[in-house]
C-alpha cells in the first residue's frame, strides 16, 4: 500500500530527519489500571484511519520504499540514540521479548536468520554505561549485514504486525476515538508511534500536552477536539523548532486540522439524518422534490482554460484517479476481476443490473453510464444487438467512460465514448473553495438510477447551451442528489464529504478538442455552436440516437429520460454472470445492491429500519441516502452509499432477507 518515500514525505522532510526519528524511543509503558479511557474497536485497522494518515505514518517510520532499498538497503540497522538493532520497518529488536520477536517473524525471515538476531532481543543503547553499548551495537550491526529483510515482507509485518498493536494501545488508552475523522485518528496514532501511550497518565513534565490531550478527548465535544493541534504544534517545546519530532508534531497538528475540517462539514449531512432515539419513525421523510437553481458555483472557467483556484501543495498535475479500488466508494463493494477485461454486453445485461439495484425506469429510450469503460476498437457502436467493452479506469483529463442508449423494445444499443466524471481543475478548485470556506463546487454524481430532463444548461450566460439533459425533473429546475467532494486532497475516496446539494450535473458536450470541461457533469466529445444551435460530434449522434436533431428544436425540452450510472466493472459482472449460466436467484444474490434511485418493498424496509418516516414511493432520494451514509460513517468509519448483503449485518441492517 505503501509508495515510495519521496511521494510520501512533506518536502521539508530531509534524509537526516528520517535518520534522526528511527532512533527516537519515549514510549513510557502504560500505567495498568490508571487509564480508565477507553474506544471500543469495533474494526479492522485499515477502517480506522484515513489513506492519508497511513502514508504519513509510514513516510516517518520507514521513509518508504526507496528509502529502505536505497538508504537502509534491507538490512539490519543501529539508529543511534537509545534504539536497538531495527529490522523491517522500524522494528527494534532492543524493545522487544524473543516470545514477541518469533511471534512476528517466523515464516516471514529464515530460521537461520532469526536465531543471528536473536541475541540483540533486549538489548538497546540507553544508559547506563552507553559508551560500551554503542560500540556494541555498531559491532553487531557490522556482524548481521548479510541479512536482508524485503521490502514487501516489512511493510507486510508492519501492517500485520505493528499497525495492529500500536491501534489498539491507542484504542485503550484514549476515550471518544470514534469522534474523530479518520485523519485525526491517523495523528494521535502518529503521536504514538514514537511517544507509547504511557505519556497520557505521565507526571513528569516533558508530558503535560499528553496528559491534556486525554482529558479532552475523555470531554468528547468539538471544542474540545479544537485544542488538540495546539496542544501537538507545543510539544516542540521539548526538541527545539528545528527538531524531527518538531516537523512530525506541526504536521501531525495539520493533518488533526484537515480532519476537523472535513468531519465539520460531514455533521451537515449527519445532523440532518441522524437515527431516532426513540421507538417508531421520526418526522423525517423522503423528499424527491426538485429544488430552483443549483447550490453550485458555476461560472466562465467551466468552459474556458482560466479561473484555476490552486491550493497550496494541489495542482492539475496532481490530480489521480484512486489506484485502489478498495478506496474508491464507486467500486469498494464490487468483485474483483482482472485488469481490462472485455466483455460483450447486451442488453440482457442492462436489464439485469436494473434488477439487481432493484431500479424502475421510465418507459422508453434508458440511458446507460458507464464509468470506467471504453468500447473496443471505435468511438462509438449504434443500433446493435452487441457491444465489446473493456474495464478501465477515469483518470479526469480523458474520455474513459461509455455513455449509451438502449431500445427497451427491440433490445438495439447505441454507446459512445465519454466521461462521467469532473475534469481534474474541478478537484483543485474544490479543495481550494474549502479551504477558503466557500460556496462548493466540483464534485462526482454516485452511482445510480436518476431523472434527466432536456433544457438549456447554463441559461442566459455565454456558455448556454440548448437541448442537454438537465439532472431535474423539470427543463429549468436541479434536483437534490447527495454528491461526493473532496475536500483536502484530489483524489476521491470513502472518507471523502458527501453533501446533500443540487449540484446540476447535466448531460451535455464536452466543448474542448483535448479532454472536456465538467465541474461533475457527464460530458462527450462533441460542442455547440450557439448562432446556428447545432450540435456537434459524439454528442450529437447521442441526441440522435435519443431522437432528436443536430439542430435543437423547442419540442425537444421537457423529454424525459431515466439515466443509470454504474461502472464498467459492474456492467463487465452482469456480463460474466450471463455467460456463465448461473440462474437468476444466483447472480441476484452476487450483485443485489440498494442506492439512489433503488425503489422497492426493500427500500421501503431499509428506510423504516434508519428510523425514517414511510415514504410512499418507496424510492431512495437524498434523504434515505444520506440516513445510509451517516450510519456507515457511524459503525464503519467510511461510506460508499451502497447496500449490499455482505455489509448489511455489520450496520445492524436486515433489509434483502
Known amino acids: 500500500m505503501a509508495q515510495s518515500y519521496s511521494e510520501l514525505l512533506p518536502d521539508d522532510v530531509s534524509l537526516s530527519d528520517l535518520d534522526e526519528m528511527r532512533g527516537y524511543r519515549e514510549g513510557l509503558p502504560a500505567q495498568q489500571g490508571a ?4 474506544t ?17 505514518i509510514v513516510g516517518w517510520e520507514t521513509g518508504g520504499k526507496a528509502y529502505y532499498e536505497q538508504v537502509i538497503k534491507s538490512r539490519p540497522v543501529w539508529p543511534e540514540f537509545f534504539s536497538g538493532i531495527t529490522i523491517g520497518c522500524g522494528y527494534d529488536l532492543g524493545y522487544h521479548t524473543d516470545d514477541q520477536f518469533e511471534a512476528d517473524w517466523q515464516g516471514r525471515i529464515a530460521k537461520a536468520a532469526i536465531d543471528r538476531l536473536r541475541p540483540t532481543i533486549g538489548f538497546n543503547t540507553s544508559e547506563p554505561n552507553r559508551a560500551a553499548k554503542v560500540a556494541k551495537a555498531k559491532a553487531l550491526v557490522a556482524s548481521l549485514r548479510d541479512i536482508t529483510v524485503p521490502w514487501d515482507v516489512a511493510i507486510k509485518q508492519f501492517d500485520e504486525g505493528k499497525m495492529p498493536k500500536l491501534i489498539g494501545d491507542l484504542y485503550r488508552t484514549l476515550d471518544n476515538l470514534d469522534r474523530l475523522h479518520p485523519h485525526a485518528r491517523g ?5 504514538v508511534f514514537n511517544r507509547g501511550t504511557g505519556g497520557f497518565t505521565s507526571s513528569k513534565d516533558r508530558f503535560r500536552e499528553l496528559v491534556v490531550i486525554r ?4 470531554g468528547g465535544r468539538r471544542q474540545d477536539f479544537a485544542d488538540i493541534p495546539k496542544l501537538l504544534r507545543a510539544m516542540t517545546r521539548v526538541w527545539g523548532n528545528e527538531s524531527s519530532l518538531a516537523k ?6 495539520d493533518l488533526f486540522e484537515a480532519g476537523l475540517a472535513e468531519a465539520g462539514l460531514t455533521e451537515s449531512l449527519v445532523e440532518k439524518t441522524e437515527l431516532a432515539q426513540t421507538e417508531g419513525p421520526v418526522a423525517r421523510s423522503e423528499d424527491h422534490a426538485d429544488v430552483a437553481d443549483s447550490t453550485d458555483i458555476t461560472d466562465e472557467s467551466e468552459d474556458k482554460n482560466t479561473g484555476l483556484l490552486e491550493a497550496p501543495g494541489i495542482s492539475i498535475d496532481t490530480v489521480r484517479w484512486n489506484a485502489s479500488d478498495d478506496e474508491q466508494p464507486d467500486y469498494r463493494h464490487l468483485p474483483k476481476l482482472g485488469s481490462g477485461v472485455e466483455f460483450d454486453l447486451v442488453a440482457d445485461d442492462i436489464e439485469a443490473l436494473t434488477r439487481f439495484n432493484a431500479f424502475s425506469p421510465l418507459p422508453g429510450l434508458f440511458v446507460f453510464a458507464l464509468r470506467g469503460a471504453r468500447i473496443v476498437g471505435a468511438d462509438k457502436r449504434e443500433g446493435v444487438m452487441s457491444i465489446t467493452l473493456a474495464d478501465q479506469r477515469p483518470d479526469h483529463r480523458d474520455f474513459r467512460c461509455v455513455i449509451g442508449v438502449l431500445d427497451r423494445g427491440t433490445g438495439k444499443m447505441w454507446a459512445y465514448k465519454a466521461s462521467t466524471v469532473p475534469e481534474a481543475k474541478a478537484l483543485v478548485t474544490c479543495v481550494r473553495l474549502a479551504q477558503q470556506g466557500a460556496e462548493l463546487s466540483g464534485n462526482i454524481l454516485p452511482t445510480g438510477l436518476y431523472t434527466y430532463t432536456v433544457g438549456t444548461h447554463r441559461a442566459n450566460t455565454s456558455g448556454e447551451i440548448r437541448g442537454v439533459l438537465r439532472l431535474s425533473k423539470t427543463p429549468s429546475g436541479a434536483s437534490r442528489v447527495v454528491a461526493l467532494r473532496s475536500l483536502n486532497d484530489v483524489v476521491y475516496d470513502r472518507r471523502d464529504f458527501w453533501h446533500d446539494c443540487a449540484p446540476a450535473d447535466n448531460i451535455h458536450p464536452g466543448r474542448r478538442r483535448q479532454g472536456f470541461s465538467s465541474l ?3 460530458t462527450l466529445p462533441g460542442d455547440y455552436e450557439m448562432a446556428q444551435r447545432k450540435h456537434t460530434g459524439l454528442w450529437a449522434d447521442f441526441r440522435m440516437a435519443l431522437g432528436m436533431g443536430v439542430v435543437f428544436a423547442p419540442s425537444d425540452d421537457g423529454r424525459q429520460f431515466s439515466v ?3 461502472t464498467g466493472l459492474d456492467a463487465a459482472l452482469a456480463s460474466r454472470l450471463r455467460q456463465s449460466g448461473q ?8 450483485l443485489m445492491r440498494l442506492r439512489y434511485g433503488s425503489k422497492g418493498s426493500a427500500v421501503a424496509r431499509m428506510q423504516e429500519q434508519l428510523g425514517l418516516e414511510p415514504d410512499k414511493s418507496q424510492l431512495i432520494g437524498p434523504i434515505t441516502l444520506g440516513a445510509l451514509i451517516a450510519l456507515q460513517q457511524r459503525k464503519l468509519g467510511w461510506a460508499d452509499g451502497i447496500l449490499s448483503p455482505e455489509i448489511e449485518a455489520e450496520l445492524g441492517l436486515s433489509v434483502f432477507g
Open 35 to 38: 487509564v480508565t479511557e477507553s
Open 40 to 56: 471500543p474497536l469495533t474494526a479492522a485497522w485499515p477502517d480506522l484511519i484515513s489513506v492519508r494518515a497511513y502514508n504519513f
Open 187 to 191: 495523528a494521535l496514532l502518529s503521536l
Open 215 to 218: 482529558a479532552l478527548m475523555a
Open 248 to 253: 512530525r508534531r506541526r504536521q501531525e497538528a
Open 520 to 522: 461533475g457533469c457527464l
Open 564 to 566: 443509470m450510472v454504474v
Open 583 to 590: 440462474n437468476r436467484t444466483q447472480a441476484q444474490t452476487a
